[in-house]
């Protein structure tokens, strides 16, 4: 089965942009929608808006960009406009360029890390290869991340959801 993500998403990556939806769920409500355009694993475009009920009390819109191993991020909060460098994703927004991977790694050994900037993802659990547990290790916000596979139809080359449990809440991304 992974086998087979992996060569969708190589082929994927081969043939050009690759664009993938998730609507964002905050605290159990739906709270927006991030688009992310995969040009090449190590080029990609993120960015994500508040829409619905949940942007009447809070607006927020992040535009994120990973080229090769670096970051940045330019997000407006209320009307307020913040540009982040690369430590400060890392310390304080990890849960994007942790979304990001977990997007374009497909491929997951039970205690193997996956390194994103100076933060360990370790796959700790396989469910019927449907359902991977991750523990985050040097990461102030984010603790766990879990992911969903969907085996029962084609389009099974992304997650079907990425839950990013963070020390205050828990982030869900449904793909659209």
Known sequence: MKFFIFILLFFSF???DTIVKYETNFVGLSAGVVTV???????IDCEGKTKGL???????????KKNGDSYFLEEITNGKKRIYNEEEIMKE????????????????????????GNISV??????????YFFNVKNSKNVKKVIIWYDN???????P?????????????????
Not at 54 to 64: C, L, N, Q, R, V
Not at 97 to 116: A, C, E, Q, R, W
Not at 167 to 173: E, N, Q, T, V, W
């Open 122 to 131: 370790i796959p700790e659990e396989n469910v019927q290869n449907e359902i």
């Open 14 to 16: 081969s043939y050009g």
């Open 160 to 176: 079907k959801l990425i839950r990013i449990v963070t020390r205050k809440a828990m982030i869900d991304l449904k793909r659209l």
């Open 54 to 64: 949940f942007s009447i009390f809070y607006s927020y819109e992040f535009k994120f």
């Open 93 to 116: 927004k990890a849960w994007i360029p942790l979304f990001i991977s977990m997007l374009t790694n497909s491929h997951y050994d039970i205690g193997s890390k996956l390194k994103v």
């Open 37 to 43: 355009d995969i040009k090449s694993p190590q080029n």
């Open 152 to 158: 029962s139809t084609h389009q099974n080359d992304f």
